[in-house]
């Protein structure tokens, strides 16, 4: 029992404090057998770790491709060149091809999905350009465009298109069907046009027979004329279509043509006979018309115009010094001239000039020749400037008179209607009027008069 105390206080010195206070509280109980360990099992050895296989070499980088166009904003339009056949796209501010159309114009040319365009000069394209110059461009003709695919820039044109071949078929090559269609078209395209004329009216204006007209032979009437020989007189005068005044039918200096149906000289006195069948009209066109003389003017005293219109003339006296025979009438006579039948003409609307409302005749007043009013027509120009009869003008259309004949004169007053026309009137001094060709006027105001071939 010593010898157990003495081990634990030898013990209790070994221990930390806390051990020895648990022993100090056991000490008088009984030992207790100490439990058995348990067995610990072996530790289990480690897995062998599997052979690392060879890593692979890395693979070659490819090139850099262009990068895909994104999906086009909803609210971004893609621009379509049914023309060319491609479509475009916008994205990053550059312009991309989206589609092309096999077999287009784009396709041939070598355009592709993905290029992106460029102008002329490098810059990156805009829409609205590249859009703008493709739909100005003219099919026919080259379009060059400049691409990058990738790392590369290239042009890209298309091909000029051949200009379309005259292609042209016969009768007999036609079918059954394309000659009923063409006579059809044909019959309604006769038929429109007999509308449109009929709409459209005549354009022909008759004068009425027995008008009277006045001639010269530029050269004189020949002496030595023999049956059967032409001759060509020039209208010293103008033919009115009506007593109006308004339009000018037979403009001066119109041709008339004459064969000489009888001529005798006998040394005391000659005789003509003169038959009048075509009229040259000046402006316009030839329409044959008879006519006969019955009047004759000017300084052959001893000319007249007998039954007939044969006209008698007293010879010359015989004179050897003379080289040739006298004229039966001189340059300055003048023949008149009967229409037997209606003269209808038949002349487009620019033929047709107009008066402004009067006619005029020659007169002499201190050794200067003038132009006095013999009709002033009614509610026409001149009456509404004023103007009488009796009233000289000593100038027309900016021109003296003193050198002035009467077929020149009435050549001034007629012009287009709606034209002006100045004259000067001599009242103490000289006035300058100035009068409107082809007007009516009524209550102060003025109008157009109808055309002379809707007039009749």
Known sequence: MKRILAVIVIASFALPSGAATVLAATAGQPARKAAPKPKSKPAAKPAAKPAAKPSPKPAPKAPAAAPAPAAAPDNLDAIALFGLGAALVSQDESLYVASVRPGSRADLAGLKTGDELFDEDGAAATREGVAAKVRAWTPGTRLALIIRRGLEVRSVETAAIPPARDYARSDKELSEHEKALASDRSAQGLSDGRAVVKMVGPLTVPVRADQGLWLRFPKGLPAGLKAGDELVAEAATGLTVDATLDFMAVPPGSKMRARVLEAVDDGVTRKVRLAFYALDLNGGGTYVNLAYATAVSGDQRMARVGAGGTLVAAAPLPDAKRRAPDPVLDTDARLRVRLLDPLVIDEPPSYWRAGPGLW???????????????????????????????????AIGGRSTDKMDFAEAIDR?????????????????????????????????????APAYNAQ
Request: aromatic share 6%; no cysteine; charged share 30%.
């Open 360 to 394: 005029v005749k020659t007169v002499e007043d201190s050794g200067k020749r003038l132009f006095e009013v013999t009709h002033a027509i009614s509610g026409r120009s001149a009456e509404n400037a004023g103007l009488k009869v009796g009233d000289r003008f000593d």
């Open 413 to 449: 007053l007629y012009g287009a209607p709606g034209s002006d026309v100045e004259v000067s009137v001599v009242r103490g001094k000289s006035q300058t009027m100035k009068l409107k060709r082809g007007l009516r006027w009524a209550s102060g105001k003025s109008e157009p008069l």
